[in-house]
């Protein structure tokens, strides 16, 4: 049997497309409208088809090869919630979700996986996005499945919840189930951390790892418009410092042999995370080169979909699509 075939939008760093190729998915396109993303999708996939456009400019029909493909993926940038509405950029990432669901009408994928925040699977602040989903496609034929994953329950050392998206066209829905947790105790920090930590001889990376006893707060990515690298909000900093980690930067560079570890003396004697440790914390290899200067690689690290999250809903998916199409009355019943 031939690969399923995948287009990824809004690709960002390749999380979710490389989630999909572990599970036996091809792409046939990927696009993203960051220079520096294109770079660093390029870089770790020569021989993936990678296009540089906005998504909101994208004409399927100048892009054959991204029609009768099985699956159409996004993970566009997190749509703000209802404290940040106000801002002077805010309604950019709603059109893109929109703008995945009209391409889904246009290239007629056989499933659709969008993911975002995890308040777009119920939270009634997102029931427009969900109307809209549901007025677009089910008249095509496709069931919906809204639900949230936690990054925490697939391997990953952070506690990231998504919102997720799964719309199959009718004959292979009813297959569909969304993934089981593939582990039944956390990774922690301290674990996934704790050989870099120890890689230039720092002496203290064992007691700092055994303090590092949990997942990770969500890492997040920022906007381009505003701040720089740190981990995320106050509620996240504040998680981090119980770990020995100043958040409010991101490391240059792991301690080395002489770094005095003691965060009672506060931050300066704290460890920083770095952005290749913060890619390990989303679960991305070691080899995974991200592109850029600094800001903008973390940006691309904290925006990602972690690549076992992505391995878990394309295994789903893909388990629903080579299932033998089963044939029931018009119709869908979904959660709204």
């Given at each position: 049997?031939?690969?399923?075939?995948?287009?990824?939008?809004?690709?960002?760093?390749?999380?979710?497309?490389?989630?999909?190729?572990?599970?036996?998915?091809?792409?046939?396109?990927?696009?993203?409208?960051?220079?520096?993303?294109?770079?660093?999708?390029?870089?770790?996939?020569?021989?993936?088809?990678?296009?540089?456009?906005?998504?909101?400019?994208?004409?399927?029909?100048?892009?054959?090869?991204?029609?009768?493909?099985?699956?159409?993926?996004?993970?566009?940038?997190?749509?703000?919630?209802?404290?940040?509405?106000?801002?002077?950029?805010?309604?950019?990432?709603?059109?893109?979700?929109?703008?995945?669901?009209?391409?889904?009408?246009?290239?007629?994928?056989?499933?659709?996986?969008?993911?975002?925040?995890?308040?777009?699977?119920?939270?009634?602040?997102?029931?427009?996005?969900?109307?809209?989903?549901?007025?677009?496609?089910?008249?095509?034929?496709?069931?919906?499945?809204?639900?949230?994953?936690?990054?925490?329950?697939?391997?990953?050392?952070?506690?990231?919840?998504?919102?997720?998206?799964?719309?199959?066209?009718?004959?292979?829905?009813?297959?569909?189930?969304?993934?089981?947790?593939?582990?039944?105790?956390?990774?922690?920090?301290?674990?996934?951390?704790?050989?870099?930590?120890?890689?230039?001889?720092?002496?203290?990376?064992?007691?700092?790892?055994?303090?590092?006893?949990?997942?990770?707060?969500?890492?997040?990515?920022?906007?381009?418009?505003?701040?720089?690298?740190?981990?995320?909000?106050?509620?996240?900093?504040?998680?981090?410092?119980?770990?020995?980690?100043?958040?409010?930067?991101?490391?240059?560079?792991?301690?080395?042999?002489?770094?005095?570890?003691?965060?009672?003396?506060?931050?300066?004697?704290?460890?920083?995370?770095?952005?290749?440790?913060?890619?390990?914390?989303?679960?991305?290899?070691?080899?995974?080169?991200?592109?850029?200067?600094?800001?903008?690689?973390?940006?691309?690290?904290?925006?990602?979909?972690?690549?076992?999250?992505?391995?878990?809903?394309?295994?789903?998916?893909?388990?629903?699509l080579v299932a033998a199409p089963t044939i029931f009355e018009a119709g869908y019943t979904s959660a709204t």
């Amino acid at each position: 049997m031939s690969a399923l075939t995948f287009v990824d939008v809004c690709s960002g760093a390749g999380g979710l497309a490389l989630g999909l190729e572990r599970a036996g998915f091809e792409p046939r396109l990927l696009l993203d409208d960051d220079a520096d993303a294109v770079d660093t999708l390029r870089a770790n996939r020569p021989r993936w088809n990678v296009l540089r456009t906005d998504l909101m400019d994208f004409d399927p029909a100048e892009h054959p090869v991204s029609h009768d493909v099985d699956l159409l993926a996004a993970s566009p940038p997190r749509v703000k919630s209802s404290a940040t509405v106000k801002r002077t950029d805010s309604g950019a990432e709603e059109r893109l979700l929109e703008a995945t669901v009209y391409l889904a009408h246009a290239i007629r994928p056989r499933a659709v996986l969008i993911e975002n925040v995890p308040g777009l699977a119920h939270a009634d602040e997102y029931q427009g996005f969900r109307d809209l989903a549901r007025a677009e496609l089910a008249h095509l034929g496709y069931e919906f499945s809204w639900f949230v994953v936690n990054a925490a329950d697939f391997g990953v050392a952070q506690n990231r919840k998504q919102g997720v998206l799964v719309a199959i066209e009718r004959r292979w829905a009813t297959s569909f189930r969304p993934p089981a947790p593939t582990v039944s105790n956390p990774s922690t920090v301290g674990a996934v951390l704790g050989p870099s930590m120890a890689s230039r001889g720092w002496r203290d990376a064992a007691r700092w790892a055994a303090q590092a006893d949990q997942p990770a707060p969500t890492l997040v990515g920022g906007s381009k418009n505003r701040g720089g690298a740190d981990l995320g909000p106050t509620g996240a900093k504040r998680k981090w410092a119980t770990m020995g980690v100043n958040a409010h930067t991101v490391g240059d560079r792991i301690p080395g042999p002489d770094f005095v570890w003691d965060p009672e003396l506060g931050r300066d004697n704290m460890v920083k995370i770095t952005i290749e440790q913060a890619a390990l914390l989303q679960g991305f290899p070691g080899s995974w080169d991200i592109s850029g200067r600094k800001t903008a690689r973390y940006r691309q690290v904290g925006h990602a979909t972690p690549p076992p999250v992505g391995e878990a809903l394309g295994r789903a998916i893909a388990e629903a699509l080579v299932a033998a199409p089963t044939i029931f009355e018009a119709g869908y019943t979904s959660a709204t």
